[in-house]
């Protein structure tokens, strides 16, 4: 077994990062290492290592030296004494959801709702997340990473580690449609649907059976590709030409869509959310998963009356990640639509920077680890 790696570490806010050669981790007894083979980029990095502790500073980065990298998927190299179901050898994804795993929400199996709940190589939702980066200092952006055996979704072998490195954000589209109670016949709404998020929902509302898919974008060509996966299930509306929920109520008859995914994101205006909002029926759900920054006014008496339930929606669970990897091994959701910008670890930081020109939701920013020698 090797005993060093190569991480990208970031030293200092507004720097870049560097390839530092640091030790290899040792897995704890419930934890695994892994050999990381991809790792996806979400498009929110830059600001992350940029501007994030100025725009969230509830919100903590880990300490720095710090290594990133939200979305790894690789092969398990070595195993805690205490980890029971996953074996060397074994082609995983690594869900960055941490937690205390102790405290009620754990307890219950809604991590997400812990105090200490933070993401991997990203940030913390809590003040006091530091104290799980010091448990998972390592993210993806390095040879090897330490995680909990809970974290991990086995990957069958149709599924690329290219597009496990989209899982992230996969992951939390099919959160999102969970918690609107997404299924077969139904109609939604999603608002951003050329995005990562919103064709990421298109795909796996597909792939649960939604009769009719309904979406909003301002890119005219990518709202053309993205109708094109199913035109007889899918139609469009560009943002601004007209009230997005009354072209929605107007789609089906007058009833409304069954629920809402609000996928926009920081920087789109609250107005477009509380548009999209009235085009769900009486009785539907509007979930926010897209993270619109802007203070967004709710008539809570109309809440009550159409009996709308507005849900937030954070990441998903690694039994929701598991789900998707055998919708995969089926074939029921085809991640055939990403295309694949792939960098070298030597190249993180150009690829930090350049996802900004992706294709919408389609691209997929990915590094690439050297494989240590002791598995050339």
């Not at 939604?210 to 909003?216: C, E, V």
Request: glycine fraction near 12%; include cysteine.
């Amino acid at each position: 077994m090797v005993k060093t790696m190569i991480a990208a570490r970031l030293h200092a806010l507004h720097q870049p990062m560097s390839l530092d050669e640091i030790p290899v981790p040792a897995p704890r007894p419930n934890d695994v290492l892994v050999q990381v083979r991809a790792c996806g980029i979400v498009p929110n990095m830059a600001n992350v290592i940029n501007n994030w502790p100025t725009w969230f500073p509830h919100q903590p980065l880990p300490k720095f030296p710090a290594v990133f990298g939200l979305d790894p998927a690789g092969v398990v190299a070595e195993v805690g004494e205490a980890v029971t179901n996953v074996k060397i050898g074994d082609r995983v994804y690594v869900s960055p959801l941490r937690s205390c795993g102790s405290c009620k929400a754990c307890r219950s199996g809604n991590r997400s709702q812990c105090r200490y709940y933070t993401l991997n190589g990203y940030f913390s939702t809590s003040r006091d997340g530091q104290r799980i980066f010091d448990l998972y200092p390592y993210g993806g952006f390095s040879q090897y990473m330490t995680a909990p055996e809970y974290s991990l979704v086995c990957l069958p072998d149709n599924l690329s580690f290219e597009q496990a490195g989209r899982f992230g954000y996969l992951g939390t589209s099919y959160g999102a449609l969970k918690n609107a109670q997404a299924g077969p016949g139904q109609v939604c709404l999603i608002d951003g649907i050329t995005g990562t998020l919103g064709v990421a929902a298109t795909k796996l509302a597909l792939a649960m059976g939604l009769s009719k898919i309904l979406g909003t974008g301002r890119n005219k060509e990518l709202m053309d590709r993205i109708k094109a996966i199913a035109p007889d299930r899918i139609d469009t509306i560009m943002l601004g030409e007209g009230s997005t929920g009354e072209w929605a109520k107007a789609q089906t008859g007058g009833e409304g869509v069954d629920f809402v995914i609000s996928a926009l994101g920081a920087r789109a205006p609250a107005a477009t959310v509380v548009d999209s909002m009235r085009g769900v029926r009486r009785g539907g759900r509007v979930v926010v998963v897209g993270g619109v920054a802007e203070d967004v006014p709710v008539d809570v008496k109309w809440l009550m009356d159409e009996q709308v339930q507005l849900i937030g929606s954070n990441w998903f669970s690694a039994a929701q990640g598991q789900e998707m990897a055998d919708m995969v091994r089926t074939g029921a959701l085809d991640l055939s639509y990403l295309e694949h910008k792939i960098y070298p670890l030597e190249r993180v930081n150009e690829a930090i920077s350049g996802i900004g020109e992706r294709d919408g939701g389609f691209s997929n920013y990915v590094v690439i680890p050297p494989v240590p020698a002791a598995y050339q």
